[in-house]
């Protein structure tokens, strides 16, 4: 049988690919070895509280979330070698700067309660006159009780 599967393989040259690059395809073999954090990760737990439907304020807030869509992207398009130690920004760390944690969790009913809650304070000026850059105020949970949640604005 792996002889055969070996053989199914090699008719899309995948062998080639998986010799190659063997951290990358190892996920697609072994399960449990999925533990990084990368751009949808991060994206599919955020949660932001949106302005209604058609206002100005959304529309801001809809364009800040894709910028910052972009730039994990980005981040994840100009990550350095596992091997390179340097000292730049990768989507892990913004990972760790958001909620306090760099690692997806581990069980899976935890990273399904797991929100990255944005909420955007056009306010702001009202609260810190005289500021230059304004940012969104996020919060994360792993679970529904937000008593014991890790929280850090942004």
């Known amino acids: 049988m ?13 062998i080639n690919v998986m010799e190659r690059k063997p951290d990358e395809c190892r996920s697609l073999f072994v399960v449990g070895q999925d533990d990084k954090v990368d751009s949808n990760y991060i994206l599919s737990h955020i949660a932001p509280e949106l302005s209604p439907q058609g206002s100005i304020k959304q529309a801001k807030e809809t364009k800040i979330l894709e910028y910052f869509q972009d730039f994990l992207y980005e981040l994840e398009d100009t990550q350095p070698a596992q091997n390179e130690e340097t000292q730049t920004l990768t ?64």
């Open 2 to 14: 792996l002889q055969q599967l070996r053989e199914g393989l090699g008719v899309y040259n995948f």
């Open 91 to 154: 989507v892990p760390v913004v990972m760790q700067w958001m909620t306090g944690q760099a690692h997806k969790h581990l069980l899976l009913s935890e990273r399904n309660a797991f929100k990255v809650t944005v909420i955007f304070d056009h306010n702001c000026l009202e609260h810190t006159p005289g500021h230059t850059v304004c940012y969104p105020v996020v919060s994360a949970y792993q679970h529904c009780d937000i008593s014991n949640s890790p929280s850090s604005g942004l």
